[in-house]
């Protein structure tokens, strides 16, 4: 009989389970995502990928988790004060989404999947970044509301998908639709507009 991995050693291999499976996924994708690659990659025994996970559902719930911890970090700086105004927060989350998926090139390739490739493990992926999303609206929202009339939903949905439509287009071509989004010039012109929007709309 062997002896149970003690606890240290068993988060190590997990983190390095984990970094691995990010890494394939960004390197290879789905098509060659599985557990062989993982563990090749993360230099261990496959079984111990379905003992500490369970298998690949496992894994990317693993990779969700910290994909949502990505979210609340990006989103929810420490020692902030809290917004003043639905305009406010709503500028925040839009901006900080923004420059946060800039930032992380597999976060970008989650969110192309989600689109070119909707499988279920994308899902998952999905799932927890929307989830990770909802909770920062309901604790950071408070009090807060939009004007009357305005559907919040659907304008704040319209906007995080602008962002993330011009953040992919930036990193695949430098471009879209004619504008440039090569400098940061480029993408404080962008910033700029998502502020004028949401001013127009919500209330400087």
Do not use: H
């Not at 990779?63 to 609340?72: E, F, H, K, S, V």
């Amino acid at each position: 009989m062997t002896d149970a991995p003690a606890p240290r050693d068993r988060a190590r291999t997990e983190s390095a389970i984990v970094v691995a499976a990010r890494e394939v996924l960004a390197s290879d994708g789905f098509q060659g995502f599985g557990i062989n690659a993982v563990a090749r990659r993360a230099g261990c025994d496959k079984q111990l990928i379905y003992r500490y996970f369970g298998g690949l559902d496992g894994l990317i719930d693993a990779i969700g988790a910290q994909l949502a911890d990505w979210i609340g970090a990006s989103l929810d700086p420490a020692d902030e004060t809290p917004p003043a105004t639905y305009a406010e927060m709503t500028e925040r989350l839009i901006l900080r989404f923004l420059d946060a998926l800039r930032g992380d090139a597999l976060v970008q390739k989650i969110a192309a999947w989600e689109i070119a490739d909707p499988s279920p493990l994308v899902a998952r992926l999905t799932q927890a970044r929307g989830a990770a999303m909802a909770r920062w609206m309901a604790s950071t929202r408070g009090d807060l509301t939009p004007p009357e009339g305005v559907d919040a939903p659907a304008l704040n949905t319209f906007l995080i998908a602008g962002v993330q439509q011009l953040v992919l287009a930036g990193a695949a071509a430098g471009q879209f639709s004619g504008v440039s989004l090569s400098t940061e010039a480029d993408w404080d012109r962008v910033r700029a507009a998502a502020r004028r929007i949401i001013g127009a709309v919500y209330g400087a």
